[in-house]
T-cell receptor
Framework: QKEVEQNSGPLSVPEGAIASLNCTYS??????FFWYRQYSGKSPELIMS????GDKEDGRFTAQLNKASQYVSLLIRDSQPSDSATYLC????????????FGTGTRLQVFP | GAGVSQSPSNKVTEKGKDVELRCDPI?????LYWYRQSLGQGLEFLIY????????KSGLPSDRFSAERTGGSVSTLTIQRTQQEDSAVYLC????????????FGAGSRLTVL
């Protein structure tokens, strides 16, 4: 079992729709969770972090964390073609909060 | 510097040769990480440095891989006797402090082993 699992996609949504990206993790003790966005040929950039159960909103982005079910999700409202990218979920290990473990990413395509 | 700088941006080498990849982190960032990203794959952790502490080398895939960080700043990742499976983008990231996990990535070094 991979430590961080994501559906590779592509996830295709029409412009203006809500895109829902999901991630599950294997280590129940993980404490910190992150979403990075990576455009094709570019390096990842942080878009959201979440540490507590529940929702965290930032503009069109909402991160959701459910530690009991060991999943974290990212919702993108009013999706735009410029949101088309690969979204990487990252989790820290409970025994080493300095080490970020990344999933393989979900490719999102927003079509006009 | 303003961002994380990596060099070379592209490196093509022959199987069996040694390569060195360089990373210059953001000034003042004490933590430095190396990740590897193969085509269509996620980021694979290789090694990280924090200040003067011993580096966490747990992600290095074999003893052909090594890294050092001089003066708490610039880091060099060395791959000896390169193999075709070493072909990937090698990403360096730095962070203001450990535990914050807000990593700023460089543009990466694309390594192709023929």
């Amino acid at each position: 079992q991979k430590e961080v699992e994501q559906n590779s996609g592509p996830l295709s949504v029409p412009e203006g729709a809500i895109a829902s990206l999901n991630c599950t993790y294997s280590d129940r003790g993980s404490q910190s969770f992150f979403w990075y966005r990576q455009y094709s040929g570019k390096s990842p950039e942080l878009i959201m972090s979440i540490y507590s159960n529940g929702d965290k909103e930032d503009g069109r982005f909402t991160a959701q964390l459910n530690k009991a079910s060991q999943y974290v999700s990212l919702l993108i409202r009013d999706s735009q073609p410029s949101d088309s990218a690969t979204y990487l979920c990252a989790v820290t290990r409970p025994d080493n909060t300095d080490k970020l473990i990344f999933g393989t990413g979900t490719r999102l395509q927003v079509f006009p | 510097g303003a961002g994380v700088s990596q060099s070379p941006s592209n490196k093509v080498t022959e199987k069996g040769k040694d390569v060195e990849l360089r990373c210059d982190p953001i000034s003042g960032h004490t933590a430095l990480y190396w990740y590897r990203q193969s085509l269509g794959q996620g980021l694979e952790f290789l090694i990280y440095f924090q200040g003067n502490s011993a580096p966490d080398k747990s992600g290095l895939p074999s003893d052909r891989f090594s890294a050092e960080r001089t003066g708490g700043s610039v880091s060099t990742l060395t791959i000896q006797r390169t193999q075709q499976e070493d072909s990937a983008v090698y990403l360096c990231a730095s962070s203001l402090r450990t535990g914050a996990n807000v990593l700023t990535f460089g543009a990466g070094s694309r390594l192709t082993v023929l």
